[in-house]
């Protein structure tokens, strides 16, 4: 009975999050102030946008945790790496804060989300297992995993540490922009695209806590926290750390195809490539549907407006109110540049990965089975509808990015010497 009250409750913070942006966006639609005041208030609308994607499951659908519990149990049963050092991609999948203790060699931990805060190479994952809806006070997903403490500490790869720098940088964003919406609605009710707007005496209220104004402000300070926290979840823990997993699985199979001396060695090596397979098409049925098509279209228009507001109209935005854009372009850039990249290499390490394959089986005449099967083996991407992520896709991105920025710029110069 409890589970599915949760439930309900999650659909109505569905209907209520959606209901919420649509309203807004009329705001920002037919409000009759000032383009640049739009424009500042489009940043946050945007920012709601992409998270509301990944904030969206009103069929509470299992996927997500289907995901990453096959990760897992990938590593688990064809990389057997229970007991020893796991690949770098997991240490991604379960975050800990620094006051996590873990007392001695294997304990059982329940994490929320709140716990998920920042990448700890440290400490070593063995198995981390998905529940369903928790019963915390923001509704979040619960963890169960289990650590070994004497294990040593990792040496974390390039993109374990970019994607590290990215964790760290959307907790802080998730704090900032709650705090930072609540703070201009409380000084500044009439700020877009925030509902207190709408009133044509915003500009007048008193606050109070027996005035209706004050609990509106509180409740567009939750909706912003269940937006920032609850839509970064699976972005984060499905897409930006599969994509450092995938990676990783191929580093652990590349090493296994250069050792591979064996007809059944090289054999292990092409079942352990078709099992990753599996993971790509596992993950990509998930993020393809929505996921990355919204930061695919979200991201760039963060990116160009978060950029304007910064270059153009930053002496009209007050103190310390604007470091909120600063701290959003830098998000938006790090997505489109650092996220977009990595996913790109998943495709090239992918083909890389084949090629030693394939050069390693050459030598060995009999194994012409062999041969047809790495042949048979497909290039892994990250798909988003019918295209994929390339290795030009992130330069084709700031490109634009810059184009419409710079253009924006000179139409905004133009019209002020009119």
């Known amino acids: 009975m409890a589970k599915g009250a949760r439930k309900s409750r999650y659909r109505v913070l569905c209907l209520l999050t959606l209901f919420y942006v649509a309203t807004i966006f009329v705001n920002l639609a037919f409000s009759k102030l000032h383009v640049s005041l739009k424009i500042h208030g489009f940043v946050y609308f945007t920012t709601y946008c992409i998270t509301l994607v990944g904030l969206w499951n009103f069929d509470l659908d299992i996927a997500p945790m289907q995901v990453v519990n096959s990760f897992m149990d990938f590593e688990e049963k064809i990389l057997q790496i229970k007991g020893s050092n796991p690949s770098r991609g997991v240490i991604l999948l379960c975050i800990f804060v620094d006051v996590l203790k873990v007392e001695g060699p294997e304990t ?14 440290g400490r070593i994952v063995r198995n981390i297992k998905f529940s369903d809806f928790s019963s915390s006070p923001l509704g979040h997903q619960v963890i169960e995993c289990q650590t070994d403490s004497d294990q040593p500490n990792l040496k974390p790869s390039l993109e374990s540490k970019a994607m590290e720098l990215l964790f760290q940088v ?16 409380i000084y500044k009710p009439c700020t877009l695209p925030f509902l207190l707007s709408i009133s044509p005496n915003c500009g007048v209220m008193s606050w109070n806590m027996y005035r209706w104004e004050i609990w509106v402000a509180f409740f567009e300070m939750w909706i912003c926290l269940h937006l920032s926290l609850l839509g970064s979840t699976w972005i984060s823990f ?14 652990v199979l590349d090493r296994k195809i250069r050792k591979a001396k064996t ?18 098409k596992l993950m990509n049925s998930y993020v393809t549907q929505r996921i990355v098509p919204a930061l695919i279209i979200g991201g760039p228009i963060l990116q160009i407006v978060a950029q304007y507001v910064c270059i153009k109209i930053r002496d009209e935005i007050e103190m310390p109110g604007f470091l909120v854009f600063p701290l959003l372009l830098l998000d938006a850039t790090l997505l489109n540049v650092l996220v977009f990249t990595c996913a790109s290499w998943v495709y ?10 394939e050069r390693n089986l050459l030598t060995d005449k009999k194994n012409s089975v062999l041969r047809r099967s790495a042949k048979a083996c497909a290039v892994l991407k990250i798909k988003f509808g019918s295209n ?24 905004k110069r133009g019209d002020n010497k009119d």
């Open 238 to 251: 499905v897409f930006f750390a599969g994509i450092v997993c995938l990676l990783a699985y191929f580093q």
């Open 263 to 280: 007809q059944y060695d090289n054999k292990l090596c092409i079942r352990t490539y078709r099992s990753i397979q599996l993971l790509e």
């Open 348 to 357: 090239n390490v992918s083909v890389q990965v084949m090629r030693t394959q």
């Open 108 to 121: 059982t931990i329940r994490l929320t989300f709140d716990d998920l805060v920042t990448v700890r190479t």
């Open 170 to 185: 959307g907790q802080i964003t998730c704090f900032a922009v709650t705090l930072a919406v609540f703070s201009l609605i």
């Open 388 to 411: 994929f992520i390339d290795n030009g896709r992130p330069l084709v991105i700031q490109n634009f990015c810059l184009n419409q920025t710079a253009s924006l710029i000179l139409i």
